[in-house]
């Protein structure tokens, strides 16, 4: 890869967030001339500075397990399609989740046109956070199940033979020889929530949530159509455009949250598009970064950890649903998973080292 997204291999890893700090700087500058702006207070600019800053940090801790899902499937595309999705993926990630996401909520919420979103969200940030919030319903429905279909898959797999909480993991992934088993695990979740809500709401989150299912298997057959054309036509294209699509729509699965818990912390949508801008820019750095210096495969237990905490997150957006779950648990809760499975990874290697250093020793002793 030669994008300027993309580094070579043996790069320090700050030298990897070198276009996240640049992205950074001039986030955090044009927040605070936002800020003056909005308020011409030295008060109210270092107000909007910390929260770009507060929002980036939000974005980092809720998708630091997407950029581990996103360098797994990332290795395994072709250098052209690594390099399409690390830069045109950037655009739409920023762009197109962080602004026209929120817009396109309001225009259908409010039943308004796009420059009449922008105007409200500009005059009326009050008003703009009020529909948003009260669609947090379906986009919890319909994110958390295309969320959960994706960390389910990935232990309902009968190839699976790298377990770290074997207990749960083997049992899974025997139990993947029975076809849909997690399709129907989903079905059952989605009853049991619905009938913890009442009347419209429980109607509504039955039909996001299956709005979900339907568009992760959508996405799998496309993308598995789209690679198998590829490959027929030419070896070169092969394993690109499909997986492309997986990854944009799973990119946009894991910003729901994001973006709704932003609302949390301020009502202006440019403000959110350049702190969550900030945070995407991260993401893509540690996708680059794993992706290069081969870290899945150095700590084998890192993708399970990211696959839990996918699973954590669906599970917590359908609880939200029914009640404010604060994003610092989600963050939290999601990069603790992440760092006892790095753990568990470096205790293993650790072990192995060792166990190589013993055998070793002994083959010299037995020549001896």
């Known amino acids: 890869m030669n994008a300027p997204l993309s580094l070579k291999s043996g790069t320090s890893t700050l030298g990897y967030f070198r276009w996240a700090f640049i992205v950074t700087f001039l986030g955090l500058v044009l927040?605070?001339?936002?800020?003056?702006?909005?308020?011409?207070?030295?008060?109210?600019?270092?107000?909007?500075?910390?929260?770009?800053?507060?929002?980036?940090?939000?974005?980092?801790?809720?998708?630091?397990?997407?950029?581990?899902?996103?360098?797994?499937?990332?290795?395994?595309?072709?250098?052209?399609?690594?390099?399409?999705?690390?830069?045109?993926?950037?655009?739409?990630?920023?762009?197109?989740?962080?602004?026209?996401?929120p817009l396109l909520i309001v225009v259908i919420a409010a039943k308004i046109g796009p420059i009449e979103a922008v105007i409200l969200a500009a005059r009326e940030p009050a008003e703009y956070a009020r529909i948003m919030n009260d669609a947090h319903l379906p986009i919890a429905a319909f994110g958390g199940t295309f969320l959960m279909m994706v960390g389910l898959t990935y232990f309902f797999n009968h190839e699976k033979d790298?377990?770290?909480?074997?207990?749960?993991?083997?049992?899974?992934?025997?139990?993947?020889?029975?076809?849909?088993?997690?399709?129907?695990f989903v079905l059952i979740l989605i009853l049991i929530f619905s009938?913890?809500?009442?009347?419209?709401?429980?109607?509504?989150?039955?039909?996001?949530?299956?709005?979900?299912?339907?568009t992760f298997l959508a996405v799998e057959v496309l993308g598995g159509l789209l690679d198998a054309s590829q490959k027929a036509m030419s070896e070169a294209a092969k394993g690109g455009l499909g997986a492309f699509i997986y990854l944009e729509v799973l990119d946009a699965s894991f910003s729901f949250d994001g973006v709704i818990g932003a609302f949390a912390l301020t009502q202006n949508l440019f403000v959110i598009a350049i702190g969550l801008g900030i945070g995407a820019m991260y993401v893509r750095s540690m996708t680059i970064m794993l992706v290069e210096k081969g870290t899945l495969a150095e700590y084998r237990y890192l993708e399970h950890g990211a696959f839990y905490a996918i699973l954590i997150l669906s599970v917590i957006m359908y609880f939200q649903t029914l009640a404010h779950?604060?994003?610092?648990?989600?963050?939290?809760?999601?990069?603790?998973?992440?760092?006892?499975?790095?753990?568990?990874?470096?205790?293993?290697?650790?072990?192995?080292?060792?166990e190589e250093a013993r055998m070793a020793h002994e083959a010299v002793a037995d020549n001896i």
Not at 166 to 182: D, L, T
Not at 195 to 214: D, K
Request: with cysteine.
């Open 162 to 184: 790298v377990h770290w909480i074997e207990v749960i993991e083997k049992h899974m992934a025997r139990s993947a020889s029975i076809k849909g088993i997690e399709i129907a």
């Open 195 to 214: 009938n913890l809500l009442e009347g419209e709401e429980a109607t509504t989150f039955v039909y996001s949530a299956i709005y979900g299912l339907v």
């Open 325 to 354: 779950i604060p994003e610092v648990i989600t963050g939290l809760g999601g990069a603790g998973l992440i760092g006892v499975s790095l753990w568990s990874s470096i205790r293993y290697n650790r072990r192995e080292r060792e």
């Open 31 to 101: 927040g605070g001339v936002l800020g003056w702006q909005s308020t011409g207070t030295i008060g109210g600019m270092a107000t909007v500075f910390f929260i770009c800053a507060v929002l980036a940090v939000l974005e980092i801790s809720l998708s630091f397990d997407n950029a581990i899902v996103n360098a797994n499937k990332l290795k395994d595309m072709t250098p052209v399609w690594q390099h399409r999705f690390l830069t045109w993926g950037i655009i739409i990630a920023v762009f197109g989740m962080r602004i026209v996401f």
